[in-house]
């Protein structure tokens, strides 16, 4: 990342925004419902059939793909995750108001992250593919004739692609936690150096799923205040116990400064600099000196050509 800078940068601004999560399948409703405080975690103990001891879950339980423009068809071709990815998708292009010619297609791209991408997908296959070897059962019917599709990580980056038409770089991160960010700072990097005017980017994830559950508990990583659900994520309290397992996505559009300004399209941000680094410490954790942090916000002031004070 942060690419080396031979040339000037051009100004990248953020023009839209979609979201499909828990809390709101759209930025009006997430907005006002995250202001209001109201958790959106809930017991999921009476629907996972795997014995964890963190039952809790930040679920989207009002999502149909048919509200979003999507066909069955497609939907039977799609993970979870691209499904939600189109659906925030579509939301953040309406909102900027872009309207994508061939011109601008062939100067627009996409990039996405995701830690697990349809892992979900494969989980179930395998679990069908198991019963059929133990009942001696043929197992050519228990597999998913879309499955290598959905599992692949690249899909929900091809499938935006080639659901909007856009012709530009099509990537996936997966950089686990910092995966949306760095997703964004892709972006940013590629309008400012010239190699995009427009980049569509996010993350989507929606690893609800034993796999996930069982790897998060082996490492007691997620919260078990399973008796209280909407008091499980507390990240700043000191009886915090872990994280809680959530699905969702969040898209945004970025554009160069004077191709938004040409449109006259409303302007949410700016990006100013972006940079990611390892700590190379520990998968969860930092040095108790705060240096590795200290430097990537050094690094990223730089880039953005701002000073501490």
């Not at 069955?72 to 691209?82: D, F, I, L, N, V």
Request: glycine share 10%.
């Amino acid at each position: 990342m942060n690419r080396k800078k031979e040339h000037m940068k051009r100004r990248v601004v953020m023009t839209g925004a979609g979201v499909i999560t828990p809390c709101g399948l759209d930025v009006a409703s997430f907005w006002e419902n995250s202001r209001s405080g109201k958790s959106y975690v809930s017991s999921v103990a009476d629907e996972q059939d795997f014995p964890f001891n963190s039952r809790v879950a930040g679920k989207i339980r009002d999502f149909d793909w048919n509200d979003h423009g999507i066909t069955e068809s497609e939907a039977e071709q799609m993970g979870r995750p691209a499904q939600f990815a189109v659906a925030a998708a579509r939301q953040a292009i309406a909102d900027s108001g872009l309207e994508l010619d061939d011109e601008l297609r062939g100067r627009a791209g996409v990039c996405i992250a995701s830690a697990i991408a349809d892992t979900p997908a494969a989980e179930r296959v395998f679990a069908r593919i198991k019963d059929s070897i133990y009942a001696s059962h043929d197992i050519s019917q228990d597999v998913d004739r879309h499955l290598f599709q959905k599992a692949m990580f690249n899909a929900i980056a091809t499938t935006l692609s080639g659901r909007f038409g856009l012709h530009g770089e099509a990537f996936v991160m997966s950089t686990g936690c910092t995966g949306g960010i760095d997703a964004v700072g892709y972006g940013f990097e590629t309008i400012a150096h010239g190699d995009a005017d427009v980049m569509l980017v996010g993350g989507s994830d929606a690893p609800l799923t034993g796999i996930s559950y069982s790897s998060f508990d082996a490492i007691s990583a997620t919260s078990q205040k399973n008796d209280d659900p909407s008091r499980a994520s507390s990240p700043f309290d000191i009886t915090r116990d872990g994280f809680v397992l959530g699905e969702g996505c969040g898209m945004i559009v970025l554009e160069e400064y004077e191709h938004a300004l040409a449109r006259g399209a409303f302007v949410y941000a700016e990006v100013k600099g972006y940079d990611s680094l390892s700590n190379a410490w520990h998968m969860t954790d930092l040095p108790k000196d705060g240096s590795p942090l200290a430097h990537l916000f050094r690094r990223v002031m730089d880039d953005a050509g701002v000073r501490p004070e």
